[in-house]
């Protein structure tokens, strides 16, 4: 035995990896932890206030950076970590989670806080393995990183034998080997048949009405210089999935919004009216197609994904490209020739500016109590260039899905796949992978929440993210559908099951550490956010709205 532990193994590992932020609950892989403060310090191991939140971190890091994020749990809280990883499964995000697991030498004895956990990350992760040997750390950390990055990104875990993974104390002949290459998303490119490319071209150009619905594939990829450049040469507009909406600017003349069912109405109306859908880099599900009615079933389509399987899968194609969509609309771009749809531009624009004239009202609304749709324009006219937005799901989404822009290429928009209360979370995991970048969630009282204590964490250490609370006083997402429910309009009664105390947000975060701002009047949202974004701390924002105002519901 050369006397080099697992754990120096591992952690060696992970520096080689290039990962700067270990998300976790003790007691997990103590040892490891102390070789990370010996030999690596820059590694900051965050300690966070549950297992979810964790995840929920590292999915946030992933995102913003294209570096698997990591997130650790002993074997009482694995399952824990295991929901937390529903997001980034969902999302397509890269996140390594390393638990604790059973010793052979005491399985089936009732071993405090014992339970075969392993199952539960199935339905969950790319690959799901167990370390039941020191020696096969080095292979087994490469899979990971090497199966999390490929393909569709996605999480994978590996469980660690010992409740807080104690087989990182054992001795062990093997050394670190690192692929560089699988430490970012995407480590490799495949590349498209000419032939598919000629196919798909020949479709689009032969179009009066085509339209490009742009998805998280080509974010991951990186490709948003190049969809609008083919936009722009193809003369073709441009829809996005929420996950690829920062693919292409809201203020550029080709886009039409987010499509779907969290979506722009006139995003919608101009996929509806395509006699071409051009699918990159999207699956194709319910929300970005709400419920495969945008656009209706039949409509003729071509796809270009990463994964063959996906192609086709939920729209009959008339052609598709597999390769990476940076890869593919680069060789699209060197294929294709110019051309010109002035009245079906024109179509598009007549939708949109409709939409904006009819929304024009609460987007400058001065009502108190605050109208969302104020905040989401004021983030739009607000954000820096180089900002980071992350946004939950349910209202949140719609709100920021509808009516906020993204106004610069050097803007990220994160959004939850569905789980509600995520955003604060991986907010916090977005400004540890890039500290110098303003990073800002969008989230309601509902989902802030979730995870209220983790503001003590981002005060802890140091991590100035601003978070702008929609303070509602309740879940008013659920009014619309409690008044279904109840046969057209729900009973004052039924509120008890949505609505909340009044609680000042901002009051708690000073309590917590972090500079509390409370904003009633829209005329003061501007101001609040210049000086949440120059205070260098964290920062809540807690904005007062109107309970009765709902987001419009999606048109198809």
């Not at 994160?414 to 991986?426: D, K, N, P, V, Y």
């Not at 039924?494 to 000073?510: H, K, P």
């Not at 009633?520 to 210049?530: F, N, W, Y």
Request: hydrophobic share 40%; aromatic share 6%; net charge negative.
């Amino acid at each position: 035995m050369t006397g080099r532990t697992g754990a120096r193994v591992l952690a060696d590992m992970l520096d080689g990896y290039g990962v700067t932020h270990l998300f976790h609950v003790p007691a997990i892989l103590r040892r490891t932890m102390a070789e990370l403060e010996q030999h690596h310090p820059h590694i900051q191991r965050v300690v966070t206030h549950g297992e979810k939140a964790a995840a929920y971190m590292a999915d946030g890091y992933a995102r913003v950076s294209g570096r698997p994020g990591v997130a650790a749990a002993q074997i009482i809280g694995a399952l824990n970590l295991a929901a937390g990883l529903r997001e980034p499964f969902l999302a397509g995000s890269p996140v390594l989670a390393l638990t604790g697991g059973r010793s052979p030498a005491t399985k089936f004895r009732h071993v405090y806080q014992e339970i075969d956990d392993l199952p539960g990350f199935d339905p969950v992760t790319k690959y799901n393995a167990t370390i039941d040997d020191a020696g096969r750390f080095p292979d087994m950390l490469r899979h990971a990183f090497r199966v999390a990055t490929t393909g569709r990104p996605g999480p994978v875990h590996l469980q660690i034998q010992g409740n807080e993974g104690q087989l990182d104390t054992a001795l062990t002949d093997a050394g670190p080997l690192v692929e560089p290459r699988f430490a970012q998303v995407p480590p490799v490119r495949p590349g498209p048949l000419d032939a598919d490319v000629e196919a798909v071209l020949q479709l689009l150009d032969n179009a009066e009405r085509p339209v490009i619905v742009a998805g998280g594939g080509v974010r991951s990829s990186g490709a948003g210089a190049e969809l609008v450049a083919l936009a722009e040469l193809l003369d073709i507009p441009v829809a996005t999935s929420a996950n690829g909406k920062d693919t292409i600017p809201g203020t550029h003349p080709l886009s039409v919004g987010v499509v779907g069912t969290y979506s722009r109405e006139c995003a919608n109306e101009i996929v509806g009216r395509a006699d071409l859908v051009c699918f990159i880099g999207t699956q194709t599900g319910s929300m970005t197609t709400h419920f495969w009615a945008v656009p209706p079933i039949g409509t003729p389509a071509v796809q270009i994904d990463l994964e063959p399987a996906e192609l086709g899968r939920n729209y009959p194609l008339r052609a598709s490209i597999v390769a990476d969509a940076r890869a593919a609309l680069r060789r699209m771009l060197a294929l294709a020739g110019t051309s010109a749809r002035a009245s079906w531009r024109d179509e598009c624009d007549r939708l949109e500016s409709a939409w904006r004239e009819r929304y024009r009202e609460v987007l400058t609304s001065d009502a108190v109590p605050i109208r969302p749709e104020r905040i989401a324009a004021e983030l739009t006219a607000g954000l820096p260039g180089d900002a980071v937005l992350v946004v939950d799901t349910g209202h949140a989404g719609m709100w920021m899905a509808q009516f906020h822009d993204i106004t610069a290429p050097g803007q990220d928009y994160l959004r939850a796949a569905g789980h509600l209360g995520w955003a604060f979370s991986a907010g916090i995991g977005a400004k540890c992978a890039a500290p110098d970048r303003p990073v800002v969630v969008f989230t309601g009282d509902a989902g802030f929440y979730y995870h209220l204590a983790e503001v003590e964490t981002a005060a802890r250490r140091g991590i100035n993210l601003v978070t702008i609370v929609n303070n509602n006083a309740g879940g008013n997402q659920s009014k619309r559908g409690f008044d279904r429910a109840y046969g057209g309009q729900a009973t004052e009664k039924s509120r008890e099951m949505w609505n909340y105390r009044d609680v000042d947000f901002a009051r708690i975060g000073e309590e917590m550490g972090a500079l509390g701002i409370r904003v009633d009047r829209p005329g003061d949202l501007a101001k609040a956010l210049d000086q949440a974004l120059s205070a260098n701390r964290p920062v809540i924002v807690d904005v007062h709205t109107d309970i009765e105002v709902v987001a419009p519901p999606a048109v198809s």
